[in-house]
């Protein structure tokens, strides 16, 4: 039998490669700093690629590796790594989530003392040979407020270190309960600008999404309090890095320290390298001897337990789960993923408690999988493409989410049943699913107590409005002059004349425009847009 090849693509630990040779079982293959030109013509041999940051996993690379099933990523980001063409060409994508979790706390806290006490510039003066001990003057960390902005596995060590030191901690971070910010000992603040005014120090700790692209902007560096000092070793584009220098120059920043930018490396003009006031490293934040041997093992032993065992650990894009039993909870999966992701934008961002709850035949599923697919489908929206079916427990737990099974011997008129109810403090909400059908198509049965049925796809709209006659000829009518087209509808209310739920399947997102048109007409009270 041929052995499986695999090919170590950017450097990791001797240990690493040593796990992954052990016994014999693999043939592994060390050569980094390839092209990708080099790289296609040599992965059609290999049947996994282990990669760190340096090395991009393109379409054009999956289209002709004949032979990969595993792609490991020693670290927690897979951004170098094209999941959805691994995903389509059936490549399993794994990363490791905790690997790095110290060496980056650490270094996100030597980065807060150094810009504190300039030492950067102070070393680089004395070496010069000059003795300014007026001009690098610094400030103290005792007493000082620090602002964390994202309070995941880094942020609640910062958090940590930060109270060691004396120091008091305000946390914003959307996703976060309240008992488990009294545990870290953090003043929990609602929203990002309510807590800039109070911070000396700033330190970021977010995934990079839609939402938190440039959370740091211009308006928000204003609303700062003057003087404040500025770290981010999470991603780059989490600052507006042009605002950021005008502040630099200005003193409403007096300093900052960064460890990932926008563009990596800089480019030769990159204009924040001219100012005196702030400090760089190049994503050094994972960088220690032990962060790298820890995910050198790590992704070693998760590419063997693949190759030779066919078990998937910290898998990015599909659930760590048997092949067997895959085949009988896949329905299951995806229909938990998007109930969870459902939930996600109908809940606040703030919640106590998620409880999944199964039905008839359901009730004899192994139901970790599927419990971990809801959770995902949850979470994504707090942890970015960083979450997965492995490490979403772990999240949960981090953000103080309570994670309730339930099985239920409720009689319903389904043969089984799924339903996924989040609870912020005494509010809930609630989206029930079940399959149609031969070909097990799934659907949206109940939401929020309310008997519908949706596809869970796409673009759906939601809209509460008064029972009145000529409703649905008047939304039917805004959304034709807008060109959005309807694929389904279901209607649902509590009594004749009472409050109705009205559910759309759309086939293109409306414009907020239209949104606020349907919200002018007086029988409609809420109005708003899911994207599965």
């Known amino acids: 039998m041929e052995i499986p090849k695999v090919l170590v693509a950017d450097p990791v630990s001797q240990r690493g490669v040593d796990e992954l040779a052990a016994g014999g079982a693999l043939e592994v293959v060390v050569k980094t700093g390839l092209p990708e030109a080099e790289i296609i013509k ?3 041999e290999f049947s996994a690629l282990v990669v760190r940051s340096q090395t991009k996993v393109t379409a054009n690379v999956l289209e002709a590796a004949s032979k ?79 602002g964390i902005l994202g309070m995941g596995r880094i942020g609640s060590e910062i958090a940590r270190r930060a ?12 996703y976060l309960s309240s008992s488990k910010a009294r545990s870290l000992q953090v003043e ?79 480019p030769a003009d990159f204009a924040l390298r001219s100012l005196p006031n702030i400090v760089f490293t190049p994503h050094l934040g994972a960088s220690t001897a032990e962060a790298q041997e820890n995910v050198g093992i790590e992704i070693a032993q998760a590419i063997r337990a693949a190759l030779l065992e066919g078990e998937i650990r910290n898998a990015v894009n599909m659930p760590s789960i048997d092949a067997k039993t895959a085949a009988v909870v896949k329905p299951f999966l995806t229909l938990a993923d998007k109930l969870g992701r459902f939930a996600a934008q109908l809940a606040p961002k703030r919640n ?32 970015g493409e960083e979450v997965n079916s492995v490490n979403v427990r772990t999240m949960a737990s981090t953000l103080g989410l309570l994670v309730e099974e339930v099985k239920s011997t409720e009689q319903t008129d389904f043969n089984e049943w799924l339903h996924v109810a989040v609870w912020s403090g005494d509010s809930k909400v609630s989206l029930g699913g079940t399959f149609f059908g031969a070909k097990n198509e799934p659907r949206i049965v109940r939401l929020n107590g309310r008997s519908i049925e ?16 000529g409703i649905v000829g008047k939304v039917g009518t805004i959304l034709g002059k807008h060109k959005v087209n309807i694929a389904s509808m279901s ?14 399947n759309l086939d293109s997102a409306p414009a907020s425009e239209v949104i606020q048109e349907l919200l002018s007409h007086p029988e409609i009270s809420a109005a708003r847009i899911i994207q599965l």
């Open 68 to 146: 990969l099933k595993v792609i490991g990523r020693a670290g927690v980001g897979v951004d170098n790594v094209n999941v959805d063409a691994a995903t389509k060409r059936g490549v399993i994508v794994m990363n490791t989530p905790g690997g790095n979790t110290i060496s980056t706390a650490e270094h996100a806290f030597s980065l807060l003392v150094s810009i504190a006490r300039s030492i950067p510039q102070a070393d680089a003066s004395v070496k010069a040979g000059k003795w300014d001990r007026k001009k690098y003057e610094g400030v103290e960390l005792y007493n000082k407020s620090l």
């Open 454 to 469: 949706a596809e869970p796809e796409g673009v759906i709209l939601l809209l509460e409005n008064n029972d009145v006659p």
């Open 352 to 383: 106590d408690r998620i409880v999944i709850t199964y039905g008839g035949k359901a009730v004899e599923l192994p139901t970790e999988g599927v419990t971990r697919a809801a959770l995902t489908g949850f979470l994504k929206t707090a942890g």
């Open 188 to 266: 929990l603040v609602e929203n990002v600008d309510d807590l800039l005014p109070h911070c000396d120090f700033i330190t970021m700790h977010m995934p990079l999404t839609d939402e938190t692209h440039h959370i740091l902007d211009e308006r928000r560096l204003g609303l700062c309090r003057k003087g404040v000092r500025i770290v981010n070793c999470a991603r780059g584009g989490l600052i507006d890095e042009a605002a950021l220098g005008v502040a630099l120059q200005s003193g409403q920043v007096a300093a900052a320290a960064l460890d990932v930018f926008e563009v990596e490396p800089p």
């Open 163 to 174: 109270i060691a030191f004396g120091m008091r901690v305000f946390a914003y971070d959307p």
């Open 491 to 504: 209607l649902s209310r509590d009594e004749a004349g009472g409050q109705a739920l009205t559910v759309l």
């Open 42 to 44: 040599i992965i059609p």
